[in-house]
Nanobody
Framework: QVQLVESGGGLVQPGGSLRLSCAAS????????MGWYRQAPGKQRDLVAT???????NYADSVKGRFTISRDNAKNTMYLEMNSLKPEDTAVYYC???????????WGQGTQVTVSS
């Protein structure tokens, strides 16, 4: 079992920045592909970005060039640096962990990001 705890959400003006963090409970953090998903009201949960233990990244087209995903394997923590935020980035952001061998998936509880003037 892996527990994921997100932090760093909040209210920000358009064009602003936020940094989300996801802390994982297990020391086998390196065995997991980590990622961020988001879900806006009335919409499905969509991929934002993923990162492997080796640091290979993948981004949704809508956030490329604005968001940066990273991880610190020594701290069992993943980050999402969000810049040039737009109102359409408003959503609940969920941390995601998928075991690289078993494909078991874990989710965090979510953190609200609101981009509004």
């Amino acid at each position: 079992q892996v527990q994921l705890v997100e932090s760093g959400g909040g209210l920000v003006q358009p064009g602003g920045s936020l940094r989300l963090s996801c802390a994982a409970s297990r020391n086998s953090f390196r065995a997991y592909v980590m990622g961020w998903y988001r879900q806006a009201p009335g919409k499905q949960r969509d991929l934002v970005a993923t990162i492997t233990s080796a640091g290979n990244t993948n981004y949704a087209d809508s956030v490329k060039g604005r968001f940066t995903i990273s991880r610190d394997n020594a701290k069992n923590t993943m980050y999402l640096e969000m810049n040039s935020l737009k109102p359409e980035d408003t959503a609940v952001y969920y941390c995601y962990a998928r075991h690289s061998i078993t494909a078991v998936v874990y989710w965090g509880q979510g953190t609200q990001v609101t981009v509004s003037s």
